[in-house]
């Protein structure tokens, strides 16, 4: 295939060449050197590579508390909405209580922190990225880790996005104008350069085709055809509304199957679009906004284990971060 006809992001290994710069790698917590290609019809050179490249280094915990100093989130919890007639002076508000995230980060009494930055309260990776971790919050409450997921949108939409997927709000915070997506230099989504070109659901709708979104379809195309070499995703059981978990069955047991993780997508779309209004951000331009996953170890201060999401529905490999959380207690 020749690559410079390609449309899109795209990148090749390179190391130590010409034009080559640091990214992370999305699989490990390694530093490679990249060297990007891409052709997009009147869009400049620079539009998906500025943007995919960074400066800060997410392995590094001093780095990272550095960089979310100036920053604040807002606790679900504190959620309470105002009466619509007559409301008592010191009634709370919708983002009336932010907290500093790096206080929350450097002070805790927990062994381990789960730090998860989730998409938008409306997008599929933050239902899916829920659902998948679900399963494991009593195991990370039992080794004394602490749980902190963060989320873009207003804490009306962050309460109705734990009411929808049926989990507690201790955990849960948002951060309604991605302040701390952009401290960490998270990857803002394709073309974000050109927001004032690009009409933001022209660029959702390019990233959800796999533009400027590495790893999307794999993860879409995977979602139909299952995997025979990955073992069951457990987390699917609980997960299935629509219809019963064990029609799959007749597929087989102890593997991936083909359309189950597809049905749970097709359950989330159900629940989004019609509330696409109620949970989408109010700024257009974080719809695609992508988050990242860290297990930081509060006694060493260090980071354990990071992943800082490509694209759409291409979030870190939550066993392995679990994993990394239990095993650091």
């Not at 290994?13 to 009147?42: A, E, W």
């Not at 780095?63 to 409301?87: D, G, K, N, R």
Request: glycine letters at 6%; a negative charge.
């Amino acid at each position: 295939m020749d690559m410079n006809r390609g449309y899109g992001c795209g990148f090749i290994v390179s190391y130590g060449t010409m034009n080559s710069t640091r990214i992370l790698d999305q699989n490990t917590t390694n530093f490679h050197h990249f060297s990007y290609f891409h052709r997009v019809n009147s869009i400049p050179n620079n539009s998906c590579r500025s943007k995919l490249i960074m400066n800060l280094n997410l392995n590094d915990y001093s780095s990272v508390i550095s960089a979310l100093q100036s920053t604040s989130i807002t606790p679900v919890s504190s959620y309470s909405p105002t009466p619509i007639e007559s409301p008592p002076s010191n009634a709370l508000t919708i983002d009336s209580i932010t907290i500093s995230l790096e206080t929350l980060i450097s002070e805790t009494s927990h062994s381990n922190i789960y730090l998860g930055f989730l998409t938008h309260f409306g997008d599929l990776t933050s239902f899916e990225y829920i659902q998948r971790l679900k399963p494991h919050f009593e195991p990370l409450k039992k080794s004394n880790t602490r749980l902190i997921l963060i989320g873009i949108g207003n804490l009306q939409q962050a309460h109705k996005f734990c009411e929808l997927l049926e989990i507690p709000t201790d955990s849960i915070y948002c951060d309604t104008h991605a302040s701390c997506y952009k401290a960490l230099e998270l990857y803002p989504g394709f073309a974000f350069d050109q927001k004032e070109r690009i009409n933001p659901y022209i660029r959702l709708l390019a990233m959800l085709v796999g533009i400027g979104s590495p790893g999307t379809l794999k993860a879409v195309i995977g979602g139909y055809f299952g995997n025979l070499n990955k073992p069951v995703d457990f987390w699917t059981k609980s997960a299935m509304k629509i219809v019963n978990s064990e029609l799959f069955d007749v597929l087989g047991k102890g593997y991936t199957r083909p359309f189950e993780i597809a049905t749970i997508r097709l359950q989330n779309m159900i629940d989004i679009l019609p509330r696409w209004s109620e949970l989408s951000p109010e700024d257009p331009q974080l719809l695609t906004q992508q988050g990242a996953t860290f297990v930081i170890n509060s006694e060493s201060k260090s980071i354990d284990f990071v992943h800082r999401d490509s694209g759409i529905l291409a979030y870190a490999n939550i066993e392995d971060a679990i994993a990394k959380a239990i095993k650091s207690e």
